[in-house]
């Protein structure tokens, strides 16, 4: 892969892609219509210090790798990156792409609780073939918001401005967390198989003396293995189940504790080194928060 060109600044972004000089420092609106590219120039690969939120219509081909997966362009797609990730392009053309790209660098809301909440969004950090798909009446509501808040950014500056523009991101933000969960509910059959796939990775995993080798499953191996990323996962387990994907394995560990309690004469330190724990005091403390009894009392209910 090229060296990603490092964009630091949103003056710099707008100077890289021909845009007129942005009305404010730290956040913009622009359409791909505005873009002013040499005709056959092709993206390769960029890295930001600030938030992006697009919605693409009408790429003409190519594809666009976030992290290790790809967004595909050929629908109506929203995507969003978080700051100083590699967005890497493959034979993307600008022209004749339609829609719209909001640019926040973090400064902007600083001192306001979004600083702390967005990082609590995981489509921040999505794989990439679960980007956004909206229905007409989903993308009124974003685009309308998107409105207000460059309407806002080219009115003059007052007391409100500010409040106001990150009132209007809180916004865009909670309704695209609304519109994945829908998108997650929507794809029910599709979650569900992945449910399946979870539960066999963790039957392989548990029956093949994995535990014992390599410990207790990360989430991070089990997301790896189905190609997802573990945000991704935990929410549309959360969804599907009210559990997240540590919640899953932990179950599961419960499960075999139970097993190897009642019908074993190992004992407890033997069990905690086989279900993968390094020390006996947190498979003790898991047990217990999970059963309300400790491993000797659960023992002690089948004698």
Do not use: W
Not at 72 to 88: H, K, R, S, T
Not at 121 to 142: D, P, Q, R
Not at 181 to 187: A, D, E, H, I
Not at 189 to 203: A, M, P, Q, W
């Amino acid at each position: 892969m090229k060296t990603p060109d490092k964009v630091s600044s949103i003056s710099t972004l707008h100077q890289f892609l021909g845009l007129k000089k942005s009305s404010n420092p730290l956040i913009s609106v622009f359409n791909f219509d505005d873009v002013k590219l040499e005709s056959e120039t092709i993206l390769n690969a960029i890295i930001t210090d600030f938030y992006v939120v697009a919605l693409k219509k009408d790429c003409a081909g190519g594809k666009c790798r976030y992290g290790q997966q790809y967004y595909d362009f050929d629908e109506g797609i929203m995507y969003f990156i978080a700051p100083n990730q590699v967005l890497q392009f493959d034979n993307i053309l600008l022209n004749g792409v339609k829609g719209f790209v909001l640019v926040v660098h973090p400064d902007f809301f600083q001192g306001y609780p979004l600083a702390t909440k967005v990082k609590d969004y995981g489509f921040f950090s999505y794989a990439a073939n679960e980007a956004l798909n909206l229905s007409e009446k989903e993308e009124k509501s974003i685009v309308d918001i998107i409105d207000n808040i460059e309407r806002e950014i080219e009115a003059n500056m007052d007391s409100f401005t500010q409040d106001l523009l990150v009132s209007n991101l809180d916004l865009l933000l909670k309704y695209s967390d609304r519109f994945y969960n829908r998108q997650f509910l929507t794809r029910k059959k599709v979650n569900n198989d992945l449910l399946s796939k979870l539960e066999t990775i963790l039957d392989d995993y548990f029956k093949n003396d994995k535990l014992i080798v390599d410990g207790i499953p990360t989430v991070h191996f089990i997301a790896n293995e189905l190609n997802l990323s573990a945000n991704y996962l935990s929410d549309m387990l959360r969804v599907q189940t009210g559990q997240t994907t540590q919640q899953h394995i932990q179950n599961r560990l419960i499960e075999k504790a139970k097993e190897l309690l009642s019908t074993t004469d190992m004992s407890v330190s033997e069990i905690a080194y086989h279900l993968g724990f390094e020390h006996p005091q947190s498979f003790h403390r898991l047990f217990k928060n999970r059963t309300s009894l400790s491993p000797l009392e659960f023992r002690a209910s089948f004698n």
